[in-house]
């Protein structure tokens, strides 16, 4: 039988204890498991590096709500991502990342991966001829981020995926921004997709981690490899806290989104606002491919002052409601300055972000409570 996104989030992987009947599933917080013989342990417990009932609950749900076939959980969105690109890719290898990715990715790439030997170059992700002319003869994989971060751009996800198929590299997608509930790029054609489940997928801002999805065989087996042997992977109460935020993912999700499309209308409004980036405006340059492949067009917001850096900087200063502070997808509401907070790394390269750009994780609050504040922030 079928069921629902909802449904899965609460059910998938998450049956009644057998022995108590407990409809949440439990903290095992074990290192070791008894063994019915030597080499006989039940079920593949035997040791928690390598597969804990707690997280592989959480792995479980989240391949089921990816449209997967098989998920991996990890003790940080970036431990998620260098076990990939470790797992895929060897010295000498080549990616194509996003020209406007998140500071933290292009931070792995140009300060860790490249002393590997691992090479990369960024194209903007909308043009698929910019992409095409990215690719060499040693390209392992396409790095998708859709929506990205923090300049909201969008990429086409089915036409990349063919694209990638072509030239026989993978095409691996960061749906943090989007979470499963607003897009499945699996469904889409992407080989593997990435989530920071720090953000929307964990949702209460308590909990840090990461998360890989995949349908191939093949690649789900060399990901568990690699998984147990580099040993990053989360813990069973941090998978526990993320298993809970999963329930109330879609319903959050709708929160979010409403709120973010009332802010961005406002602040298209606003005088002090040179530009709002968010794809649920029509005039956004991807909104008909956001609205294709997307339920929703998501909870962040960027925006542009006219006032420029001095400008940003006081709006995220000023705010009562929205806290400034890093990270997003939290039910409460964060306002940051990329430039010199979460994108700080990218700063002096191809990939630094404006100065004069502020970034919204819109939360679930009263929108009217959120748009005062905006309000007297902007002045």
């Not at 990215?134 to 790095?143: C, G, K, P, Y």
């Not at 406002?266 to 491919?289: C, D, K, M, Q, T």
């Not at 962040?300 to 001095?310: A, I, K, N, Q």
Request: proline letters at 5%.
């Amino acid at each position: 039988m079928t069921y629902g996104f909802n449904t899965l989030a609460i059910h998938a992987g998450q049956d009644p204890d057998p022995r108590t009947g407990a409809v949440v599933t439990p903290i095992y917080a074990t290192s070791t498991y008894y063994q019915d013989g030597v080499g006989r342990p039940r079920e593949g417990y035997e040791y928690s590096r390598t597969k804990n009932p707690t997280r592989a609950a959480l792995e479980e749900c989240l391949a089921a709500l990816e449209g997967g076939t098989r998920g991996f959980a990890f003790a940080s969105g970036m431990a998620a991502e260098d076990t990939l690109l470790r797992t895929v890719c060897v010295p000498g290898d080549h990616v194509v990342i996003p020209n406007d990715a998140y500071g933290g990715t292009f931070r792995l790439f140009s300060k860790v991966l490249e002393r590997w030997g691992l090479r990369w170059s960024a194209a903007p992700l909308s043009d698929l001829d910019a992409v095409r002319a990215a690719l060499t003869d040693s390209t392992r994989l396409i790095w998708v981020e859709s929506p990205t971060n923090p300049l909201l751009g969008i990429a086409d996800i089915e036409a990349l995926a063919a694209l990638a198929r072509d030239h026989g590299v993978l095409l691996v997608v960061d749906n943090t921004f989007a979470s499963p509930y607003l897009q499945q790029p699996l469904r889409l054609g992407a080989d593997v997709v990435v989530h920071s489940t720090t953000k929307y997928v964990g949702g209460h801002s308590d909990v840090v981690g990461g998360a890989l999805v995949c349908s191939d065989p093949e690649l789900a087996d060399r990901l568990a490899f690699h998984s147990n042997a580099m040993g990053a992977i989360a813990g069973p109460f941090d998978a526990w806290l993320t298993l809970r935020g999963l329930k109330t993912l879609g319903v959050r999700m709708e929160r979010h989104c409403d709120n973010a499309e009332r802010i961005a209308q406002f602040l298209s409004s606003h005088p002090a606002v040179a530009s709002v980036l968010y794809p649920g405006l029509p005039e956004h340059p991807g909104h008909e491919i956001a609205a294709k492949q997307m339920r929703r067009f998501g909870g962040m917001v960027s925006f542009r002052l006219r006032g420029g850096y001095e400008a940003a900087v006081a709006c995220c200063e000023a705010t009562k409601v929205f806290t400034l502070g890093e990270s997003l997808g939290g039910v409460e509401s964060l306002i940051e300055h990329p430039g010199q907070m979460t994108h700080a790394s990218a700063a002096g390269s191809a990939l630094e972000v404006p100065a004069d750009l502020v970034r919204l994780s819109v939360g679930i609050e009263d929108i009217d409570d959120l748009l005062a504040d905006l309000e007297r922030a902007l002045g």
